[in-house]
């Protein structure tokens, strides 16, 4: 299995979190004021590893990484120890598009996404599937496949492993199926540098039963059957405010939504996932970072020690 092969601080700070049991617990980080500042806002509240967009999740374009910007970037990685830091793409990125244009510009952002997170150090960046627009889910996996081999070619050898995130399946988006994550990894030709994101809320308004342990090594049977667990990059913390196969993408506190504390509990305490970044992404509210901590806090006291 690959572990985190640069760059690990060197500093106490960090030799302490690495050492501490349960698994590696964070939440996505704003990059307002530049990507540096997001390590500083995940180490004030105390996280292991943190998920950023590189750039605005809302815009096409992005102004270059300076390279003092990226300089900064990696000195914050070192004193803070925070690993790993994972990227995710922007918004408008629809790579399952069959409007020829929507995919063309889809594709080159995607690139650049791959390229930033390179130089970032970032070893996986998530991807949503994207959504087939009516065109059916075949066609929409076709052109996944096509922009991924497209884009896994044109950054050939960069040290970035793409992420197909799983998820609810809100109108004609794909990925809330195993088996569309499946056949999109296995159409790939570079499939070594796809893997996948499990999003708690996801799964569980996509339909797959987590709560109590025994549903959820069930589900994780079947994903394994499907996709492989050593595909599992990634885990995306966060509770549903919507019930079991509303296929609706609501995310809620940790314990405050359909999938309640007892259903985190078997993920947090699975040994397969002990060194899998994961990652909050639950509401923000007034104050992030009082939303953040107090997320993490009940997520730590279900692990079991
Ligand atoms: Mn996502
Ligand atoms: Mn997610
Ligand atoms: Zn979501």
């Not at 990227?87 to 408008?92: F, I, P, Q, S, V």
């Not at 390179?118 to 070893?123: H, M, Q, R």
């Not at 069930?218 to 050593?230: C, E, N, P, S, Y």
């Not at 923000?284 to 997320?295: H, L, Q």
Request: with cysteine; proline share 4%; hydrophobic share 35%.
């Amino acid at each position: 299995m690959r572990r985190w092969p640069v760059r690990r601080s060197k500093g106490t700070l960090s030799r302490k979190r690495f050492s501490r049991a349960g698994p590696r617990l964070g939440a996505h980080m704003s990059i307002a004021g530049g990507v540096d500042k997001a390590l500083l806002r995940g180490h004030q509240i105390g996280c292991d590893t943190i998920q950023i967009f590189t750039k605005n999740n809302n815009q096409w374009r992005a102004k270059p990484l300076t390279v003092r910007e990226i300089k900064t970037y990696h000195q914050h990685r070192a004193t803070t120890g925070i690993w790993p830091v994972v990227a995710h793409n922007g918004y408008l990125i629809n790579v399952a598009s069959p409007q020829r244009a929507l995919y063309k510009k889809s594709l080159e952002a995607f690139l650049v996404e791959v390229r930033r997170a390179a130089a970032l150090e970032i070893p996986y960046l998530i991807m949503h599937p994207g959504a087939h627009v009516g065109a059916g889910e075949a066609d929409g996996i076709k052109r996944v496949v096509n922009a991924l081999d497209v884009v896994l070619d044109r950054t050939k050898g960069f040290p970035v492993v793409i992420c197909l995130e799983t998820t609810a399946g809100q109108g004609s988006s794909l990925g809330y199926r195993f088996e569309h994550l499946a056949a999109i990894r296995e159409g790939v030709a570079q499939r070594e540098r796809v893997g996948v994101c499990v999003d708690t809320c996801h799964i569980f308004a996509a339909g797959y039963e987590i709560r109590g342990r025994k549903a959820y090594e069930q589900t994780m049977r079947h994903f394994d059957d499907v996709i492989g667990l050593k595909h599992v990059k990634c885990i995306h913390l966060n509770d549903s405010q919507r019930e079991l196969g509303s296929r609706v993408d609501r995310h809620a506190h940790i314990g405050q939504g359909h999938i309640g504390l007892e259903g985190f509990r078997p993920c947090l305490n699975d040994p397969r996932f002990r060194h899998i970044p994961m990652i909050l992404e639950t509401p923000k509210g007034e104050d992030p970072a009082a939303a953040d901590r107090r997320n993490l806090g009940v997520l730590r006291s279900l692990v079991r020690r």
